[in-house]
């Protein structure tokens, strides 16, 4: 069942109901093909909720990697996947960028703008993620990183002077359903389907993302 938040058709959210953190972790590595690793989680401590890592000011409580290690921590493999999540249920799902996809951070006005202009232009988008840090990341191609400077400067913008950043190798997203503290959950924007498990490459979407960070500045 999905509930799905109200607004435009292109900001209709779904939003995942009476899954497991290890049902879905699962089926992204089995289904899309995606490493997963767990991350931290939420602890119940003093009538609120903190951070597994045990810092009460955790800027990003629940939803960051739980070792230094995780790069290599991350597997596709499902069967491993399962495993990782029965030692703790409750994990963060974390999907490392850089690998099967980088992503494009922007703020989620620019994001809900950029939506509605690439759906006008009828653009094939890719998963993209709303986080309660009110963050949107579009799934593209590995390898924007190198791109994105070049392509925003062509566009008539620096890259210093738009919200908008790349996430490749080394660094990751949080995937629905994974809370972010008393936040919330992070949510689809656009959820993944079989119509885009071939994603965009960053040139194809650069335009629209840096119209709508230029505006939301």
């Not at 509930?3 to 497991?20: D, H, L, Y």
């Not at 290690?69 to 399962?82: E, L, Y």
Request: some cysteine.
């Amino acid at each position: 069942m999905e509930e799905t938040i109200a607004g435009t058709e292109a900001a209709q959210i779904p939003k995942q109901r009476g899954e497991s953190l290890l049902e879905t972790a699962v089926r992204y590595a089995e289904e899309r093909h995606w490493d997963v690793f767990p991350g931290t989680w939420l602890e119940a401590a003093d009538g609120s909720q903190r951070c597994s890592c045990g810092d009460a000011a955790c800027p990003a409580p629940g939803s960051h990697p739980a070792r230094p290690d995780w790069a290599t921590q991350a597997t596709g493999s499902a069967t491993v996947a399962r495993r990782m999540w029965q030692k703790q249920p409750t994990a963060s799902i974390l999907l490392p960028t850089g690998r099967t996809f980088d992503a494009i951070s922007v703020p989620e006005t620019a994001g809900f703008l950029a939506l509605a202009r690439m759906e006008r232009m009828e653009l094939t988008l890719g998963p993209v993620t709303l986080t309660p840090d009110r963050r949107m990341e579009f799934f593209v191609l590995p390898g924007a990183g190198a791109k994105v400077p070049d392509l925003v400067r062509k566009l008539g913008w620096s890259v210093s002077s738009l919200d908008l950043t790349v996430l490749g190798e080394g660094a990751y997203v949080a995937a629905p359903p994974t809370r972010f503290g008393s936040r919330g959950a992070v949510q689809w924007a656009c959820r993944p389907t079989p119509a885009n498990r071939w994603l965009p490459d960053a040139e194809e979407l650069i335009s629209p993302l840096a119209y709508a960070c230029g505006r939301d500045r």
